[in-house]
């Protein structure tokens, strides 16, 4: 009775060993950067710090039409990080600043829809031809503060999740409404989903800048970025709109999941907004972090590519901040507020009895 005991015991743990050492699914990530100097080090870092296995990663960057470091800064960290990931795929075109018909980067004409389409097709295509898990497209605008975020979709399994990202305002990563031309609407549902009134995951018409696709699922095969590839398509020249109404008429949801702190996504620029106004959005993201939780943080590689505003008072003779000696974490933050701010402050220590 003795030996069978033992026997069950080490079958038992034979049977636990093999399943804790079966490998992570195969991730294949599709990232476009354009004039994304000033979001990068932040992005890759964040990026690297997913608690993922990077052999299980593999990674496709594209980069055209840029007026920044851009292109720069992704040889710098690519030459630092290619052989911990399974694959980097890059296509870097330097020379031409802009599209012709452009009126400034953040107009998006007809012909830099169509190069937008094709480029996230050819991802989509080339994840399915090297048999990878799961595809997923993740914009440089966005910081996955959470490392566990990739781990959490997976989880889900659902066919394609995205995780809610915060932002200004009322800006997020997804719509909870949708026109019957196919463009964005208001509803009463948006407000209670994005300020985590209601926890879960929801069906949504539309998620973008980071969406997880599970390719082993067969109905993957019908998603699709291309209008082409769409029956009777009555869209909008859009890739993320393509994309949804290619999932809505194969029978696919669109999940969005806010039971968690994800990360962050930048407000997109207005079509005549200059360059410069996307630094600011980047301060003003940067600045609700830090009033929620840690600050955005860089990898020492990059870190020279970050730089802060000189500081000064604003034309008074002195700024003052008071804060009391008992509270060092608010102080801490303040600090790094007026870091991002370009602001002189001196501090003024307080007491309150306590």
Known sequence: MCRRFVLFCVILCFKYVALSEWKKPTVFIAILARNKAHTLPYFLTTLENLA??????SLWIRSDHNSDKTVEILHKWIATVKDQYHMINTAFVEGEESYVDEHGPAHWTKER???VISLRESALNLARDLWADYFLALDCDVFLTNPQTLNILISKNYTIVAPMLKSEGLYSNFWHGMTDDYYYQRTDDYKPVL?????GCFNVPMVHSCVLVDLRKYVSDLLTYNPQQVPNF???VDDIITFAIAANRSG???NLCNDETFGYVMVPLEQDDKLIMDLDQLTNIKLEILSEEEPLVVSKLLESYISFPEKDTLGFDKIFMINLVRRPERRRRMNLCFDELGLHVSVVDAVDGR
């Open 113 to 115: 829809f169509n190069h």
């Open 234 to 236: 009555d869209g909008p």
């Open 52 to 57: 993922y296995p990077k052999d299980r990663i």
């Open 195 to 199: 300020n985590r009134e209601k926890v």
């Open 252 to 254: 696919v949801s669109l």
